[in-house]
């Protein structure tokens, strides 16, 4: 298996620009997170998915953040009007949730500056 | 809400043990995850603790105690590769995750 798909690796965008994050989870898993990192917050959970619907977004910071999950296989972060505070780490993990199996697996992130 | 505290760093050096400690505040839990980050990479899973006690998994070791509010994380036999960010985790009802600050572990040779 390939793991879970982040692109892309690296962003840069100027304020006020909208920026899409992109996320396929490892095949089979029903459960999708995203989290962001930064070095003031840490690793912070924006939202999840179950089975592609939404179930907490208590996370997401403001209205300009946005995700959706039209299928199994995909799932987007967009930031709406981007903000320089915005500049971080975005990962997407993804997991099979079982009685014994509590591994969440992390895609490599996607490095967002803002400027 | 939740929170967790864990030291912010250790060193130690090749071939030593070591501990990391993590306390945490919570109306309830799952379990106790722990994660390694290296620099500029993503987190990995470690360990999973759902009940209290030692799990062993190769030189890797972690404890709960739920009546503490304690768990730890035990690394044996210290490698140079071992040098990583260290996080703990409450997971909650869907497995979703609260990390700790995350603790920066330097292995000496």
């Known amino acids: 298996d390939a793991g879970v798909i982040q692109s892309p690796r690296h962003e840069v965008t100027e304020m006020g620009q909208e920026v899409t994050l992109r996320c396929k989870p490892i095949?089979?898993?029903?459960?999708l997170f995203w989290y962001r990192q930064t070095m003031m917050r840490g690793l912070e959970l924006l939202i999840y998915f179950n089975n592609n619907v939404p179930i907490d977004d208590s996370g997401m910071p403001e209205d300009r953040f946005s995700a959706k999950m039209p299928n199994a296989s995909f799932s987007t972060l967009k930031i709406q009007p981007s903000e320089p505070r915005d500049s971080a780490v975005y990962f997407c993990?993804?997991?099979?949730?079982?009685?014994?199996?509590?591994?969440?697996?992390f895609g490599p992130g996607t490095r967002l500056l803002v400027l | 809400g939740q929170s967790l505290e864990q030291p912010s760093e250790v060193t130690a050096v090749e071939g030593a043990i070591v501990q990391i400690n993590c306390t945490y505040q919570?109306?309830?839990?799952?379990?106790l995850s722990w994660y390694q980050q290296h620099d500029g990479g993503a987190p990995t899973f470690l360990s999973y603790?759902?009940?209290?006690g030692l799990e062993e998994t190769g030189r890797f070791s972690s404890f709960l105690s739920r009546s503490d509010s304690y768990g730890y994380l035990l690394l044996q036999e210290l490698q140079m590769k071992d040098s990583a960010s260290y996080f703990c985790?409450?997971?909650?009802?869907?497995?979703?995750?609260?990390f700790g600050s995350g603790t920066q572990l330097t292995v000496l040779p």
């Open positions: 603790n759902a009940l209290d």
């Open positions: 919570t109306s309830g839990f799952y379990g």
């Open positions: 985790a409450l997971s909650g009802s869907a497995r979703q995750l609260t």
């Open positions: 993990a993804s997991s099979f949730r079982t009685a014994l199996q509590e591994t969440q697996y």
């Open positions: 095949s089979g898993h029903d459960y």
